[in-house]
């Protein structure tokens, strides 16, 4: 564990949240992200993937096999969890995301093609 502290001094640091920022519905700085001036390489933010698609299917795929995913694995029943809807805004579920990759609806933008904001 140490090396890995030596290597990553920020690992199991607590940072405040950024919760009120996306209530404002506005893109964010990247100086406004708690801890992001210890990311290594802001930068690499701003490399497209190459085949965002394949790569976000992967990782899905990854998280769908984990034996703890099932309760992710579709939307919360609000039958089941009446208040649940009350409390989550933007709910997703490993299911609703499996749809949006294959419709296309995540797409790569560069902080280039926004100006200087990051996405």
Not at 51 to 79: G, I, Q, R
Not at 88 to 98: K, N
């Amino acid at each position: 564990m140490c090396a890995v502290k030596e290597k990553y001094p920020s690992i199991g640091k607590k940072f405040g949240g950024i919760e009120h920022l996306l209530k404002e519905r506005r893109p964010l700085m990247n100086e406004e992200i708690p801890g992001f001036e210890l990311l290594s390489s802001p930068k690499k933010l701003e490399e497209p993937i190459d085949d965002l698609n394949s790569t976000m299917k992967l990782v899905l795929n990854k998280l769908k096999a984990d034996k703890n995913a099932w309760p992710f694995m579709e939307p919360v029943n609000a039958d089941d969890v009446p208040e649940y809807y009350k409390h989550i805004q933007f709910p997703i579920d490993l299911g609703t995301m499996s749809e949006k990759i294959k419709s296309g609806y995540y797409v790569h933008v560069s902080a280039n093609t926004i100006g200087d904001r990051a996405v």
